[in-house]
């Protein structure tokens, strides 16, 4: 459990305060659109599937496309990759807002534009995210986090009740256009913004090669998929609420706009609560118990949501809601940043974004077909019962409290003097690691070769495995291969402080009378007279 600093203590940092105010402005008139595309579409559909679906177009873009916008996040300039979608977002939003005035919107229309906006938010998403852990140090990451959350629940207390307004009042053209302009403050944010740029030593990734190195670090490292799957599970129920709230106003509360965005509003003022708190709650529980907690909060609030005719038992329902909501998805946040290198955190990023928009996708689609076919009360219900479930999962895929790793680079490896002329993207190229290791330490050798193995592979090694001499039962042989010369090198430096400690307990075994001998090997069948030549070495003076 951490010794977090003061939430509020990072807006010392002159850079991240101009992008969250920036940020604000930005939410803001997202939250507006979003109160403005729902509640247009209850007005082209009485179709509850169809309501519901307004959130999905949103959110299913962020599934599908994350991913690759994680490639995008590590290999290339992040503030450019915003500053384009930022303006990309900014164009589709003026043209919803034109058809919208002009009245040429139909309910296929106004998904199709709110899916490009999703797409938007999929390209800007992991850089943002990645960004913020290079903008603030490690120690206020938890704490810039949080912020986020808390900036953007501030707007989805003023957002959406600002939006029921301006629906109410100037219709849904209105709410599209506030949202067209507050672009202009993140793109003139980052436009004013200069970050300093490390020099790349190594090329950048191949595009395919990237997006399978995101997928093998995930599928390597099992704390993150466990974040990843109760993420995923919290995103599939908890967003019943927000599907569904248009209808609950409509027929339980027998309210209109002003009424989904006051209630809107209750979520926001809730999640600004649990921002502030969840410094509190990291510094004094376990990972695990947080989750629970907001498991069981948001379950209970559905759950009241469902039953409830009264506008103050669903408000409070709502704050509760949005408390949990921030606490949960903060928390899924922040284990996932600190449990990554930096060389793939935005990969890492996307696929737990991809995890819980791809849960909010479906369960959007899920709670309003629910609902279509035997009412608001029971989807809610259902909802609940499987945030419920959600706690059970922790009994055997718990949080890890483990986020205090230094995953900096190691920076012990340093490039071979090879003899033979290669180029960087000659290969394949085979590894053999020589061990000498005495017979009462094999339990233990073995036990570290599997948790090295792990290492190997989640780097970039393929094929590995573990050899033992027949004739000589003391020597064992580590292979693997990698495809080219610098992926050998990317493979090293993809090393970080936590992973020494089983080199060194490696090393520790060996009994050898020198370090463990490696040999570097590039696989030939045939070779041309031009590749591979062996280097001339310098003559003696004579």
């Known amino acids: 459990m951490p010794n977090s600093a003061p939430t509020l203590s990072v807006f010392r940092n002159k850079t991240f305060r101009m992008l969250w105010i920036a940020t604000l402005a930005s939410n803001f008139g997202g939250l507006v659109q979003s109160v403005g595309a729902a509640w247009m579409m209850t007005s082209l559909s009485s179709s509850p599937s169809m309501v519901a679906l307004v959130q999905s177009s949103v959110t299913l873009p962020i599934m599908i496309f994350s991913l690759a916008a994680g490639v995008f996040a590590d290999n290339f300039d992040r503030r450019k990759i915003m500053l384009v979608a930022q303006s990309f977002m900014l164009l589709v939003s003026l043209a919803l807002a034109a058809l919208a005035y ?32 290079d903008i603030v140090p490690r120690d206020d990451l938890s704490a810039a986090v949080s912020v986020n959350s808390m900036g953007f629940n501030m707007m989805r207390s003023i957002g959406p009740a600002a939006g029921g307004v301006i629906v109410a009042i100037a219709g849904a053209a209105a709410a599209f256009a506030v949202n067209a302009l507050s672009y202009f403050a993140i793109i003139a944010a980052l436009l004013n913004w200069q970050p300093e740029r490390s020099p790349r030593r190594l090329p950048r990734e191949p595009f395919g090669g990237a997006f399978a190195a995101g997928l093998r670090y995930v599928a390597m490292s099992p704390n993150l998929i466990r974040v990843i799957l109760r993420g995923l599970l919290f995103g599939l129920a908890a967003i019943a609420i927000q599907a569904l709230l248009p209808l609950v106003v409509r027929e339980h509360l027998g309210g209109g706009a002003i009424i989904y965005g006051t209630l809107l509003g209750c979520f926001g003022f809730g999640a600004v609560a649990g921002a502030l708190s969840n410094e509190f709650l990291r510094a004094r529980f376990h990972n695990e118990l947080i989750a629970r907690l907001g498991f069981l909060g948001f379950a209970a609030s559905t759950a009241a949501l469902a039953l409830s005719n009264i506008l103050a038992v669903s408000a409070i329902a709502l704050l509760m809601a949005g408390a949990c909501w921030v606490i949960s998805l903060s928390l899924f946040n922040v284990t996932m940043q600190l449990s990554t290198p930096r060389w793939v955190v935005g990969r890492v990023l996307a696929l737990y974004q991809t995890g819980v928009f791809g849960g909010m996708a479906a369960g959007s689609w899920i709670w309003g077909a629910t609902s279509e076919n035997f009412g608001v009360t029971f989807a809610l219900l259902c909802a609940a019962a499987v945030l419920l479930t959600g706690i059970l999962v922790g009994q055997f895929a718990a949080l890890p409290d483990s986020t205090e790793l230094n995953l900096d680079p190691l920076n012990r490896f340093t490039e071979p003097p090879l003899q033979l002329e290669i180029t960087q993207r000659s290969g394949p190229i085979m590894i053999m690691v020589d061990y000498e290791i005495a017979q009462e330490d094999v339990p233990a050798f073995l036990s570290l070769m599997s948790r090295r193995r792990r290492v190997r592979i989640r780097d970039g090694a393929q094929q590995w495995a573990l050899l033992r001499d027949l004739e000589n039962p003391d020597s064992w042989t580590e292979t693997y291969h990698v495809p080219t010369w610098v992926e050998y090198i990317r493979h090293h430096e993809r090393r970080t402080h936590a992973d020494a400690d089983v080199f060194d307990r490696l090393l520790a075994l060996h009994k050898g009378p020198g370090p463990m001998r490696v040999h570097r090997m590039i696989e030939r069948q045939t070779v041309s007279r031009s590749d591979d030549m062996p280097r001339k070495l310098p003559t003696a003076p004579d």
């Open 102 to 133: 002009k009245e040429l919107l139909t309910p296929w229309t106004l998904l199709s534009f709110t899916f490009l906006i999703g797409c938007g938010t999929a390209l800007h998403n992991p850089s943002w995210q990645a960004t913020v852990g």
